[in-house]
């Protein structure tokens, strides 16, 4: 398994200058945006830009996505047409509320697409957006809005939409999802203290607006040097107890390995980029 990205850049798209700074950045993901960050009167041009660019796209880079404008809407109408031909790893959908709509979006376009609920009526419907189309690879929050829309005042009134997005994302076989923005760009360590609480809640990387914060990402969302030892000593158990025909097993110290143990660990070396197989014929199992 491949680690998914730990960081989701934004950059204007009509800013060619930091488009280019954040292809060279480390970000893992850069998102070409084409809503928000761009103004009304420069929708064209910023669609133009963002065409050039995945036309000379360097493989070597990062991947690449695209937000569009809110569909429907003129500005998305052009947006889609013009990223339906190109090569581009996916679409961000902002304000995902219809499941037609994603439909529409899907066949339009044959792109994979993050769907973004920033609304009540999109965190309502988010089981049905989530398998609303084959080609929704992926589900996830944009806290700012919603927090406006849901009238919540302060950051921890969205931890249980946190958590339901979580659920929802792995319910339809999607991947975790990856954590909205944190908008304080000068704010380092309440970055970190918040990418914790997410890499907790079963979040696995985050958007961000600044380069200066992906390193923070980066280091909260991959397990340490002694959570991928502890993983490992945990495969190693299981794979004995494998050999000597048990399904679980207490290991040397003292920890139980069962087959739900086991699949914890898998998922920490996964996302360390270090994964070790599942032991052969390891019974399947949840708790």
């Known amino acids: 398994m491949t680690r998914p990205p730990r960081s989701w850049l934004y950059v204007p798209g009509h800013r060619t200058e930091r488009v280019a700074k954040a292809l060279d950045s480390r970000a893992e993901a850069v998102v070409l945006d084409l809503e928000d960050a761009v103004p009304p009167q420069q929708k064209d041009s910023a669609r133009a830009a963002v065409v050039a660019t995945l036309a000379d796209r360097n493989y070597g880079g ?7 404008n809110a569909f429907p809407g003129p500005w998305a109408e052009a947006d889609l047409d013009a990223l339906a031909g190109l090569d581009v790893d996916g679409i961000r959908v902002p304000r995902a509320e219809d499941p037609a709509a994603v439909r529409q979006i899907a066949e339009r376009t044959g792109k994979p697409l993050q769907l973004i609920l920033e609304s009540a009526r999109g965190l309502a419907r988010a089981e049905n957006l989530a398998t609303a189309h084959p080609r929704v690879a992926g589900i996830g929050l944009g806290e700012a809005d919603l927090s406006a829309d849901l009238r919540v005042p302060s950051v921890s009134g969205l931890d249980w939409a946190r958590g339901w997005v979580v659920v929802v994302a792995r319910a339809a076989g999607l991947p975790s999802p990856v954590q909205s923005v944190w908008t304080d760009v000068g704010d380092l360590e309440g970055l970190r203290a918040s990418c914790e609480r997410g890499r907790a809640d079963g979040f ?32 190693a158990a299981a794979n004995r107890a494998v050999a000597n025909g048990e399904a679980a097993v207490l290991d040397d110290a003292g920890r139980f390995i069962d087959p739900a143990v086991v699949a914890r660990a898998q998922v920490v070396l996964d996302l360390a980029d270090e994964p070790v197989p599942t032991p052969h014929g390891h019974p399947g199992g949840d708790r």
């Open 62 to 68: 990062p991947a690449l996505w695209v937000r569009c």
């Open 204 to 235: 696995v990387g985050r958007s961000v607006v600044h380069p200066k914060q992906i390193p923070v990402v980066h280091d909260v969302f991959t397990p340490s040097a002694e959570e991928v030892d502890s993983a490992r000593a945990v495969l």
